[in-house]
Every structure is written in C-alpha cells, then in structure tokens.
C-alpha cells in the first residue's frame, strides 16, 4: 500500500445527492447484470460503485494538508470514467464477506479489483458465478437453440414444442376445433370447505369477481350527426375489447362511450357506414365527418359465479349485473371472502378462519383448487400471421425483395381483439380440463424419471406460517402437476447439455423462472401480469393463484423464455457495462469491461481460514437482523438447482441450504438479537484480521427504528474499528423529503470505518476518558462539520435536514468510537453506546434545531428531559406510527417509558403511547425521591439484589414540583432540597410556560416561589 496516502475521497465526504438521484431508477430496474436471477433485497449498484472509486481515489492535499477538492466531487468526477487501466484501482484486493447477489463483486471487478467474494448461501454463489463468468454470446444462444431442440425423454417432439403444447387453448374468435391459440395465465381458485358441521360445502375463495380491469384508448370520430334524425354520437373506428366472443360483450346502457364523454352515445364501425344509435338508420361517411380523437373505454372482464362464464362490461360497473348467459344477478365486487384469511358461506351464512377450514382437512390435503378462466393469445386475431409478398423493389442481383405484411385477410376478420394485440380472457371449458388433466396423467406415469425436490419444507420463520399451516409439506406442493411436468422435464433437458458453464447459464434462467411459475403467484391489477412469490419476502399462500407458462409465448411475464434472454442481456452488458445517468447507455465497447480476478466462496465469513491475503478494501451489505430469511426463502431455488449442481460442488451436497451459521435474528431457530451481534462481531474480526492497516471497511446498513443499528455499531466497535463517518442513502427524491410529512424516512447508511489500535486492558485502564470531555470535542466537531457542509462539502445541492442530521451523528460517533471502551462518566462507569448514541443525538438536535431552541441553561440536561421538553411537553398523545418523528428519533419508545414519561396508551390496543402528566407522576415520582427507609431497603435487597436505586432525570425535579404546586401541597420545603438545580429550574418553568399553557399556573406559582426562595431561608 502506498503510505504516502493518507486520505481516500471517501473519507472527506460522499456526493449523497447525486448518487441517490441515480440509485432511485436504478432500484425501479436494476442493471442486465443485476437482472440475471432474483436475490432478496437487493442494492443500487451506483451506490457500491462510488464507494469503491471513493475508497481507492486518493483526495489530492495541497502543502498544509488541507484537500484541494472535496472527496463528493472526486467520486463524481471518477464516477463515468473508464479505469481499465488506473492504477489506483487495478488488482486492489476487495473482500465483501455478506455478498448475497454481488453487487460490490461486481462492481468491483469493472474497476480492475482483485475480488474475494463469500456468502454462507450455495444459491448466492451460484448467482455471483454465473454474473461474472466469461462465455461466449454466441455459444450461449446456440445452447438455447440445443435445448430448445432437444427431444423429451417422454415424448416424440422437442422441449420447446412439448412444454408450449401444454399451454394451448382454442381461440373463442377464429379456433373453432382447434386449440392453437397460446394459453398466457390461468386463473385458479382454492375453496374452503364450510366449517360449519351441518354445511360442509366447497366455498370457492373470491374476493371479487372482477377478472381484469382496463380502460383501452381507441380512436372516435366525435359528435357525428345523423343526417335521419339530427341527433349526435360517437363514431368508433377502433375496436376495444378484452374477450373474444362479441356476444359476451355487455354495454352498460349509461356512461359507456368512454372517460370525458359521459352520456354520448357511440356506434362502431370501420366500414364507410355505421348504424346511428338512437335511430337505428344507416349513417354514410361523408366529408363532413369530424377528425377522429382519442378516447379512453372503461372494460371490466367478470366471471359468472353461477355458471363460470368469463364476460365484459363495458361503462362504469354498476352494483349489481346480470350474467349474459345465466341470466343470473349478482355483486361483482362482492366475493367470498368478508375481509383478509375469513371465509363466508353463500350456502349456510357460517363465517371462519381460512385456515379453521385447512385445519379441519388431513395433514396431507391442501385446499380444493380449480382453474376458472384463461387469459390466452391468439396471433392470427392479433394479425401477427405474415404473408410475405413480392415487393416491387427491385434488388442489385436482379431479385425482388420480399416483403413481409401483417395478415391481409385480418380486414374481414369478425373479432373485436386485434387493438388488444390478440389476447383476450374466456372460460374454462371441458377441452381446457381435458388438456391439464392429460398433463397430470403424464406428470403421475413420468415423475419417476425426471428430476424434482422431493425434500421435506423445514419448520422455519418463514415456513411455518406461510407455508406448513397451510399444509404445504413437501417443496414441490407449490407447485401444480403440469408445472412439475414442464419444470423437471426443463430441468432434464438442461442436465443434458455438455458444456458445464453454458449449462450453468441455462439453469440459472430455470432457477430465475421458478419465481413466477409455481402456485403461490397472483395475477396483478392494474397492470394484469403476473406477479411472482418473491414479489414479499415471504410465502404468502394464495387463495387465487395464476398460472403462467412456463416456455412461454409471445405474452406474458415469468417465462423461462424471457428469462433467458435476461442471461443473454446480463451477459452482453459485461461486454459493454454502463451506469445509470450516462448519455448514451451503450458507452465506449471497452469501459470497465468485467475481467475475472480473485475467487468466489461459499463458506461462513465467521471463519475466512486464508490470511495469505492482504485485503485492500472490506466493502459489504450485512444481513439486516430478521428482515430477509435469506437460507429459508432460496431454499425454493436451491432444492431444484441443486439436483444438477451436486453432482459437481459440494456445497450442493446437502439436501437443504445452510442454516446453523446464519448471521441472523430467528426465533423458530434460537437466534436471538445477541447471536446477530455476536455473528456480526466474528465477522467483522475476521475483517480486521484480512484488512490492511490503512485500508477502509466500507459497508451499507438499513436505518431504521429499533435495536439493530445499534447493535450493528456495537459490533464495529467490538471488532477494533473505529467508525469514520456515516452518509445516508434513501430511495426518496431530494425533494419529496424536504416536503415529507408525517411518514418516516427510510435510510441506507453507508458506514465508513479504520482500523483501530489494539488497546491491552492494561492500556485501556490507563487511557481512561471523560465523557463530559469527549461531549465537548463531539460539539465543536459538528459545528465544524456543519460550516463544511455549508460551504458545499457534498455538492452544490442543498442536503436535507434528515440527511444532515445523519452526517453529524457519523461525525460524533468517530469520536466515542476512536476511544470505545475507555470512555468513562463522572462516576467512572464506563459510558455505553446506547447511552452515548441518545446523548449524541440530542446534541445534534440541539445544534440544528432552529424552532425554539432550549435555553442555554439547559445544554447538558440528559436525553429523555430534552425530548419531553423539546418534543412532548404540549402532547397528550403520540400514534405509535409518528412516534419517532415527535421524538425526532432521539430516542427509542422504551427509554421514555422506562423514565416514567410516556406509557403505552389504553386507547386503540396499544397504537398510541400517552404522555403523562405531572400529577399522573406524582406517586411515582415522591417514591424516587423520598425512598424507603434504609432497613426497608436491605429487606428487599435481600429478596431481589438486582433492584438499584432508579436513575433521576432532570424532568423529574420540574414535574415533581408541578405536581405539588398543581395538588396545592407545599412546594417550598422541595425548592430547599433542590436549591442547586436552582438555575435550570427556573429555565425549564419559563421554557414551560412558553410551550404549554395548560400548565401556567402551577408553573407560575413555582416561579413566584423560587424568586422569593431566599425570603425563607430565614425561617
Ligand atoms: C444483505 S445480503 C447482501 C446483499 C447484497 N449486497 C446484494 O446487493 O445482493 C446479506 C448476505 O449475507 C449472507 N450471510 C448471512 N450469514 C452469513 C455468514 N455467516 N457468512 C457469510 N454470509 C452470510 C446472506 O446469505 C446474504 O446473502
Ligand atoms: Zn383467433
Ligand atoms: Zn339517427
Ligand atoms: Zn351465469
Ligand atoms: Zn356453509
Ligand atoms: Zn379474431
């Protein structure tokens, strides 16, 4: 390492604006690369990309040592630079020891980076692996080709024929007898069955029975008159409709013309000749016609719940319909399902739990299932079929060229969905059942032969509620037999490849597609797609699942199709990477292209083993306590991938993911908050051990209410680190959090750490610090940081208030942390970190605050007494959801309860908390000081040696007093007892008064009392 260095860019401060003005796209839709295979919660990459180029850069320092420029404007000046060939960055060693989807390795690697990479889960190495491994494009697209061509072991045609056969309907417009039109979704239902003993009737599970919503622009002429009976209408020349068979198609008799056109009337007609809606005579084309416009037409798709036709609305659906078939009237927005897991009846009226119901069905039944509409693909309706005719260009060899023309026989073609690109919803009909049920046959006969996870689901956080309650025991349960038919012949036909990195690269868009092709996905509206089982980072059960197809069409979202051609992008953005924000996205062909340096390991970061390598940088993305159950949710991956994968690495040996060493809070596993931070603690050591002396530990941690920050912080300190400066990042725009109301704000934190000495116990004896002493260099630091980062520290644009906050914290914590351990209070008790962070963080608001700020006198009182006066004083009532924002965040809930406070509210079961007044304290507070008699206390001392004496805060001398001035008793005795706090006290009362009316009186009989104090002293 370079020791002339003595500071990185990153160091001096982090372009926090820029980076989350990119990283808000970018989290919308991550980069190629980032899209090869679904990783939980995964990270903007800009955000790991300027702080690796932040950590590398050095930050140029003129004579006295003092930065020529800022270390945000260096990033961004690096940021879109190539640095193929910097030396600043080429074969630096980065280790992230957290690498979940990669996000740092990658990144990485495009700056030249030597790169260690371990994650304890064989299914994010495997994702990593196939992210930065080298093929060849055209080698992959001709491995596609293979399988797609490889013939079933079950069956005379290809992979990709039989898989789409399975998926195929007849088109309601045009197949009459043939099923040649592409199944897209299928719509399922589960049925509760009634719980009530003398019923026992099969409830199917709607909520609703609106199958689709959507409003289709079409083209009008608008206010044609007609020339019979002079009245005007619509005169539609393009056709709206979301199903095929026009006789399904209802018109609500009022406020169907469309959005803005209210009570028109409308007639469609692409002819030169079209029927006037009120006379019913025919209407001719004449120049007088107005030009056409566009509007927009409200369609509903409703299913019959009498007779299971699937049919269309069109206007504003009304109450109550009558089916076009059945004739039959009912509710449409009325299903099954009175509000979230309940069932009710039709039949017997009984209302229960769902799952009351599963509980009453055998430890192996789930839920009755039925399928109840399609949503399907028909391309000679969509006009897709082309006919290729001569052209009349004439080509240099003499040849005509041909032309290719969109289905010219389309024009006489009865069905209203070609602007719907010919897809349209329908019934399921007996040819539909037969076909699945062929497939379930098939499935039943093959299974034997084809791979699939036959492994139990584990009891877990995430396992048992989602999924083992509702008696899904088995992995392969979320998923249909035609599914599993489809999915393990993929799956074999993928084994069959020769080449093991091409190979690895199909399977990895298998893996990717079981996201969406499995029962626990729902059909979305608005949007009407699919939505996949990871769309929450849990296994919700659904009562209405949507099965998509698992080749997949033309149309829509899931399909292994698709997903490969995620690889195929990944794979070409390695060839040519860019950045979110870059003028053209394909840059230079050659800017930080991906070579492979270093190694990948999948192996717990508690205990690394190598120390031949020196690392430069530690820059990662720690598991966040309980958020994400990484081991529990890809166990849904890894069961499947790893019937190809353990036949070549071991560490797919076992039949379920690694669980034992999980850095993680989970308490169906004994993991409590202590074993994270213990986890965290390990791995952090193991760091310091690998890391350089100089060298930085960079990583990103969420920000959010709650212990885990706090234990994150503690577990830096633990490991010798000492922390340099905090930047936050959020996926809100600048602006909207200047105009943010009551909603709080979430945070990434990107913590920048250094090695710290070790001190010996001996050393840390002697090296003794006050905190008092340490509080006052914390204030003079932030008020220096403040005036950087007036004078554009960060950039030229401003920096929230939220953010600013967050910066001094960081600044603050470097010094508790630089001397964690030897840092004492006035009684020589070592200060702790949650003692420190609140009184940090109440000096930071003491520093920013501009809205009436607390007297001077009041500077050092403790944390809970200035977030009663300064934020609760005037409140009766906080909601627990705004809680941390009346606090501003200075402390948790707990420590205002613990000091006599708040109390949770009675109200709204414990949604609020109350703030409590003086005379409610009273009690408690004479007990604290007026404590019981000495022998008293040996007594219970006895029976419960733990108990201490309770901390006095300050707030508690001005309540007392309120109390007592309020009750009438006799406050001067208490002044007397008092007399040092003298000062203060009168501060707070004046402080009071100005903030409280309520409270005027008894503060000004207190007031009077301590001016006149003296008088009776000579009593
Ligand atoms: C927050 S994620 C990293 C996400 C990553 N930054 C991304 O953008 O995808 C944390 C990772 O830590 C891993 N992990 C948990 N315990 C571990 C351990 N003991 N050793 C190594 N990795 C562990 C989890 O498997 C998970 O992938
Ligand atoms: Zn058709
Ligand atoms: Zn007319
Ligand atoms: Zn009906
Ligand atoms: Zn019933
Ligand atoms: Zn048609």
Redesign the pocket.
């Known amino acids: 390492m370079d020791t002339s260095i003595t500071k990185y860019a990153i160091e001096d401060s982090f372009p926090i604006v820029e980076i989350n003005r990119l990283a808000i796209p970018e989290r919308n839709a991550f980069k190629p690369i980032y899209q090869m295979h679904k990783?939980f919660?995964?990270?903007a990459s800009c955000v790991f990309r300027a702080i690796l180029l932040g950590c590398m850069k050095p930050l140029p320092l003129d004579d006295k040592g003092n930065p020529l420029k800022s270390g945000a404007e260096i990033i961004m000046e690096e940021f879109y630079k190539d640095h193929t060939n910097d030396p600043d960055t080429k074969g630096k060693v980065i280790l992230d020891?957290?690498?979940?989807?990669?996000?740092?390795v990658v990144e990485a690697l495009r700056l030249g980076c030597k790169v260690i990479g371990?994650?304890?889960?064989p299914v994010?190495w495997f994702i990593v692996k196939t992210e930065v491994e080298p093929v060849d494009i055209d080698e992959l697209k001709a491995s596609f080709r293979r399988l797609s061509e490889r013939k079933v072991t079950w069956g005379e045609k290809s992979v990709k024929e039989t898989l789409l056969e399975q998926y195929k309907t007849e088109c309601p417009c045009c197949g009459a007898g043939r099923e040649e039109a592409d199944i897209i979704y299928t719509f399922w239902v589960k049925s509760a069955i009634c719980t009530n003993p003398l019923c026992k009737k099969e409830i199917p599970l709607f909520s609703d029975y609106i199958i689709a919503n959507k409003s289709p622009s079409i083209r009008y002429s608008p206010d044609v008159e007609c020339p019979e009976c002079g009245k005007s209408f619509d005169w539609e020349i393009e056709s709206a409709s979301l199903i095929a068979e026009p006789g399904l198609c209802v018109v609500s008799s009022t406020y169907s013309a469309g959005i803005g056109r209210t009570t028109a009337r409308w007639a469609f007609s692409t002819d030169n000749e079209v029927e006037c809606p009120w006379c019913h005579k025919q209407v001719k084309a004449k120049a007088k016609i107005p030009k056409p416009k566009r509007k927009k037409v409200p369609l509903t798709v409703l299913l019959c719940p009498h007779c299971y036709n699937v049919w269309q609305w069109r206007g504003d659906l009304p109450e109550e319909v009558n089916c076009p078939v059945c004739k039959k009237r009912y509710i449409p927005k009325t299903g099954n399902i009175p509000k979230s897991g309940w069932f009710l009846c039709p039949s017997c009226g009984h209302t229960d739990r769902i799952i009351n119901s599963i509980r009453s069905l055998p430890e192996d039944k789930l839920l009755p299932m039925r399928p109840y509409a399609i949503e399907g693909y028909c391309k000679v309706c969509a006009g897709d079929v082309y006919e290729d005719i001569d052209s009349q260009q004439i080509n240099l060899d003499g040849t005509h060229s041909k032309r290719r023309t969109k289905n010219p026989k389309l024009a006489d073609h009865p069905c209203l969905i070609t602007k719907n690109n010919g897809k349209f919803f329908k019934r399921v009909t007996p040819a539909d059942l037969a076909r699945y049920q062929r497939a379930c046959e098939i499935w039943q006969k093959e299974k034997g032969n084809l791979p699939y996870p036959k492994q139990k689901i584990p009891w877990g956080e995430k396992t048992k509620s989602g999924l083992i309650a509702h008696h899904y025991l088995y992995w392969h349960q979320m998923f249909n037999p035609r599914q599993l038919l489809c999915l393990s012949t993929l799956l074999k036909a993928i084994d069959e490849e020769q080449d093991q990195a091409l190979k690895e690269m199909l399977l990895c868009a298998f893996s990717n597609s079981l996201n969406d092709n499995n029962m626990f996905c729902r059909f979305a509206q608005p949007r009407n797609h699919l939505v996949g089982v990871f769309a929450r980072h849990d296994f919700q059960p659904k009562a209405d699942p949507l099965e998509g197809n698992v080749w997949g069409g033309k149309f829509g979202h899931g399909q292994f199709s698709n997903y490969w051609n995620s690889i195929i992008k990944g794979k070409q953005f390695i060839e040519k990477p860019y950045d979110t924000g870059q003028v053209s996205q394909i840059h230079g062909t050659s800017r930080d292209k991906i070579e492979c340096e270093g190694e990948l390991k999948c192996i717990?970061?508690?205990r690394i083993y190598s120390d031949d390598e020196k690392t430069n940088f530690v820059i990662t993305?720690?598991?966040?306590a309980g958020n994400?159950n990484?081991?529990e949710l890809s166990e849904f991956f890894y069961v499947w991938i790893r019937l190809i994968l353990a036949k070549t690495y071991k560490i797919f040996a076992p039949e379920l993911t690694p669980k034992s060493?999980?850095?993680?809070e989970n308490p169906t596993r004994g993991k409590t908050s202590k074993d994270f931070e213990n986890?965290l603690i390990q791995?952090f050591k193991e760091c310091y051990r690998m890391l350089h002396m100089n060298g930085l530990f960079a990583f990103t941690f969420h920000h959010a209410e709650g212990a885990a920050w706090e234990a994150l912080l503690r577990a830096i300190c633990n490991a010798n680190f000492a922390i340099q400066s905090v930047f936050p990042i959020h996926s809100e725009s600048e602006n909207s959090l200047h105009l943010m109301g009551k909603k709080s704000i979430s945070y990434d934190l990107i913590h920048i750490c250094k090695k710290r000495q070790e001190m010996s116990n001996q050393q840390q004896v002697t090296n003794k610090r006050s905190w008092a002493g340490i509080r006052q260099e914390i204030r003079r630091k932030a008020r220096e940081e403040i005036k950087a980062i007036e004078a554009g520290r960060y950039g030229n644009d401003p920096l929230s208030p939220a953010d600013v906050n967050i910066i001094l914290i960081g600044k603050c914590l470097e010094l508790y942390s630089r001397y964690y351990g030897a840092i004492v209070d006035h009684e020589g008790n070592e200060v702790k970190l949650k003692d420190a962070l609140e009184e940090i963080r109440m000096m930071v608001d003491q520093l920013v605050t501009t809205e009436q700020p607390l007297p001077s006198e009041l500077a050092d009182i403790d944390p809970e007494s200035y977030v009663y006066l300064t934020c609760l004083c005037d409140r009766k009532e906080v909601k627990s959801d705004d809680v941390h924002k009346a606090t501003r965040g200075i402390l948790e809930p707990d420590s205002l309860i613990k000091a006599g406070i708040m109390i949770k509210g009675r109200a709204g079961r414990g949604r609020s908390y109350e703030v409590k007044q003086p005379l409610e304290r009273f009690h408690a507070l004479l007990e604290k000081f007026n404590p019981p008699k000495q022998e008293q206390q040996s007594l219970f001392g006895e029976l419960n040696p733990q108990k201490t004496k309770s901390k006095v805060y300050f707030i508690d001398y001005v309540h007392l007093l309120m109390a007592l001035a309020e009750g009438g008793e006799n406050v001067v005795p208490w002044l007397e007892r008092f007399r040092g706090e003298t000062p203060r006290l009168r501060a707070a009362c004046e402080y009071l008064m100005s903030r409280n009316k309520g409270f005027t009186s008894s503060l000004k009989k207190i007031l009077g009392l301590i001016d006149i104090g003296p008088l009776f002293n000579t009593r």
């Open positions: 990783w919660a995964r990270r020891p957290f690498m979940g989807g990669g996000t740092t371990i994650d304890l889960n994010a717990s970061s508690t993305d720690p598991p966040y994400v990484y081991s060493e999980e850095i993680i986890g791995v």
